[in-house]
């Protein structure tokens, strides 16, 4: 690189006084992330971390679904749903029914009532507690039963328990599911939902 001749100054440089001008500084991070293009770079990048993590909670979840009326084992036994019933339709309602059961259902949502059997294989029998069984489902979060009867129970070895669970889900949720903390996964099927829903 040549140099320059006297009274000659480099590109981007200064001779005022024999001084370099300074570089302008790099904006900052915040600065950076308030551009346009870097927020929906980063708003892209959430949403695809958010879609993986919940590909791979299902995907994690490699126990098979029985069909709505098959059984499903679980730790000590086998589940079966014997029917899934909106509340709307036969206007079904315990003899003791709870205020959450005589109000009507959120806006976009319907009660179902579920009839669970569970039989007891293990010598040791089993322990059924509603709390334990929730309802999962594409456009459901987690849900967990409003009324259940029995609330709690135990069997036997060779011994039934039959238990009816009332839920309230989306309109639009799919692909429900019932289940269980000790395992098993019961679909719900289609039926509950109505033409109007």
Do not use: C, K
């Not at 309109?171 to 509950?192: K, W, Y």
């Amino acid at each position: 690189m040549a140099l320059p001749a006297a009274g000659q100054t480099l590109p981007g440089h200064s001779d005022a006084g024999g001084r370099h001008r300074a570089p302008e500084p790099r904006p900052s991070l915040i600065e950076r992330l308030r551009r346009p293009r870097t927020l929906l770079a980063v708003a892209l990048m959430v949403l695809i971390g958010t879609g993986l993590a919940v590909y791979a909670e299902l995907a994690a979840r490699s126990e098979p679904i029985a069909p709505l009326g098959a059984a499903a084992a679980f730790e000590g036994g086998l589940a079966r749903v014997n029917g899934v019933i909106p509340l709307e339709n036969d206007g079904w309602l315990p003899s003791d029914a709870p205020a959450v059961l005589t109000e009507p259902p959120a806006d976009g949502a319907h009660r179902i009532r579920i009839l669970l059997e569970l039989t007891a294989m293990d010598e040791d029998g089993i322990r059924f507690s509603a709390d334990d069984y929730t309802i999962l489902g594409l456009g459901s979060g987690r849900v967990g039963a409003l009324w259940a009867s029995p609330d709690v129970d135990e069997a036997q070895q060779g011994e039934v328990v039959g238990a009816t669970l009332v839920f309230e889900i989306p309109n639009q949720a799919i692909a429900l599911t019932l289940e269980g903390a000790a395992g098993g996964r019961l679909a719900l099927g289609v039926g509950h939902h109505t033409a109007d829903r």
